[in-house]
């Protein structure tokens, strides 16, 4: 039974016999065959190339594998097309999928989503007309051959996979879901090692599916990368490694998050990274006496409020909420003019010293009035300040002894023009 399969969809599902996998490791692959069984033949069409040269869509290139599983190995035939082994300047293409190989120096196939290229002697008009291939690639779940000939552009061979038992051995435990031979060959494609198997299985309490380590491997997680996840948060799980990854937060960060709010989930910590917070900019809040949400922590960094404003602020007694918090900021009030405000008049709320700042009274003006023995609402100042009345001027108005002039006296008094020397001459 054949069965076409595209390489970016999943492939047919081959299992372990259920009794065999109760049967004991042997160290040779002799006795790894023992343990798989054959359960069909499936024959992989690799397509999908992306052109080099895209107005030219009808030469886009293939290379064929059939393969079966036969005696505890993959093994089967590949084939390229007429025109594979072109060099890029006479026409050749690209696959879509590539490693870093320099484009220059080599051309790739692509099977199991991992690409494997071909020398750069196979390529361009000096080559050889006949040169036989072979590449071995000896990785810790097995052994991948490909094995074969190239006769001008065309090359043929067979391609083999020797799964290692010791490997098998070691990751069986700790595999959730059946285990097939396809899935080791697909370890060995991506490179994965046992030790990174037992530790992506450490981040699913013992258990891990194939699947599951494939994409921590797909999105570029190395082993010393897991152990940081491992360390930063014990109870991590692999989704939430790859969404912390994908969104740019680090191990080092996550820890950070984690001292400055001790159980904030992973989703917290990516909306934190989305909007630009970090570890010492919430830690500092906190250790400033601020008891914020997490959203809260967020509005402060959308609209800029540095934590040295937030610092001076609760030095000088702020206990009011982000809301004043953000009214102060957007109002260009700053740390100096709020404790001066507060030194002149404790009283004051924090929307009267949004106030007294829209209307440009500054801090030695309400000093002023204090030092003289006034005692003005916030409003009294502002429109003593708006009429142009100076402290002096109230100061020289005001002979010892007698009853302060109010504020609205001071602004007719102002308003009409009388001197100050006047008016306490007038009250003497």
Known sequence: MQTQRDPNQNSPRRRYSPGALGLPLLAGLAGLAGLLMLTGCIRVEISGFDPFDSSSPGNIE?????????????????????????????GGHYLKQTT?????????IVYGGNAV???????????PGTAPIQMVFKEDAGTIEWAGQRVGNKGTGRYTFTPNPEFLAA???????????????????SKVERAYFIQAASLSGGKVAVGEVLTLVNHGIPL????????????LSIPQVIGLKNNGVRPEALKGFEQ??????????????????????????????????????IRLRQHGVPIEFGQALRRSGFTGSIEDILSLRNHGVSPDFYAGAKGAMPKLSDTEIVRLRQHGVPVDYLQGWREIGYEFSPEEIIRL???GVPVEYAKQSNP?????????????TRNRGLSAETIRKLRE
Not at 72 to 90: A, H, M, R, Y
Not at 120 to 126: T, V, W
Not at 224 to 235: C, G, I, P, V
């Open 100 to 108: 870093s190989t320099d484009r220059s120096q080599a051309r790739e």
């Open 62 to 90: 293939r290379v064929r594998l059939s393969l079966s599983e036969v005696d505890g190995k993959i093994t089967g035939e590949w084939e390229t097309s007429e025109n594979f082994f072109k060099s890029p300047s006479s």
């Open 171 to 189: 990751i069986r435990p700790l595999t959730s879901g059946d285990l097939q031979l396809q899935d080791l060959e697909h370890l060995a494609q």
């Open 117 to 127: 290229s071909f020398p750069k002697e196979h390529y361009g008009i000096n080559k």
């Open 260 to 297: 400055a709010q001790p159980g904030i989930s992973p989703e917290e910590v990516i909306r934190y990274r989305q909007n630009g917070l970090n570890p010492d900019y919430v830690q500092a809040w906190i250790q400033a006496g601020f008891a914020l949400k997490s959203e809260e922590f």
């Open 385 to 387: 300040r708006n009429h």
């Open 400 to 412: 010892p002894g007698r009853k302060l002039l109010d504020a609205a006296t001071l602004i007719d």
């Open 224 to 235: 010393e990368e897991l152990k940081q996840w491992a360390a930063a948060r014990s109870t």
